[in-house]
């Protein structure tokens, strides 16, 4: 079975790598400015449609193939934060969420081709606690680069890691990928987890 992921992400691509997946990667030509969404959620996982349709379209509908297309926005306070794309948008962004939680979104879409096609779309959220942290403390952060392309401006398994308090939830899935959530779509669509290994 042809895995693929359909994200350029190297946290995802390492999260499938650790848990026996090795897929290929693939990146979609979506434009996440093009979309809105009634929600943070409801963005999320259209988004990981739309990246995930991107790229079964652009492979031609193959059988035996398993795209896996993922989105993650922080919902803060019901407002959708994506990846700050600058310095002083990271800067902006982590003063306004320091000392405070939000629920990081990711939404994930699988196609799962074999003798017919099936398509399964779902969140994962978890709550994240984010440190009291001293402007001095962003300011250092946002110049290692890092937060400038990090869905909520933060990562945990990165510099990010010391700055979140808690979280409560799946952990992979502040990284980018529910490994849990992932298991039970691709169950859902017939695939054991691990004939995948």
């Known amino acids: 079975m042809r895995v693929i992921l359909a994200s ?27 979309y809105t969404a ?3 959620s409801a963005l999320a996982c259209l988004l990981a449609e739309k990246k995930a349709e991107d790229v079964f379209t652009r492979i031609g509908f193959p059988q035996d193939t398993i795209v896996i297309g993922c989105d993650s926005i922080l919902d803060f306070e ?22 405070r939680s939000g629920v990081l979104v990711t939404g994930h879409h699988v196609i799962v081709s074999t003798d ?11 709550i994240i606690h984010v440190a009291d942290l001293s402007d001095g403390e962003i300011d250092a952060y946002v110049a ?7 869905a909520g401006g933060f990562t945990i398994d990165g510099f990010g890691g ?3 308090t808690g979280i409560e939830g799946d952990p992979h899935n502040v990284v980018g ?3 849990p959530l992932l298991r039970m779509m691709l169950a859902d669509c017939g695939i054991q987890w691990t ?3």
């Open 116 to 126: 017919r096609v099936h398509r399964v779309n779902r969140a994962g959220k978890t």
């Open 38 to 40: 009634s929600s943070p």
């Open 144 to 150: 290692t680069g890092e937060p400038e392309h990090v």
């Open 177 to 179: 990928l529910s490994l």
């Open 78 to 99: 019901g407002k959708a934060l994506g990846k700050p794309g600058s310095p002083q948008g990271a800067v902006e962004l982590l003063r306004r969420t320091r000392r």
């Open 195 to 197: 004939s995948l290994w």
């Open 8 to 34: 350029a992400s190297p946290a995802r691509l390492h999260t499938l790598r650790a848990a026996g997946i090795d897929p290929e990667v693939i990146i979609s030509n979506v434009d996440e400015s093009l």
């Open 162 to 164: 010391p700055f979140i």
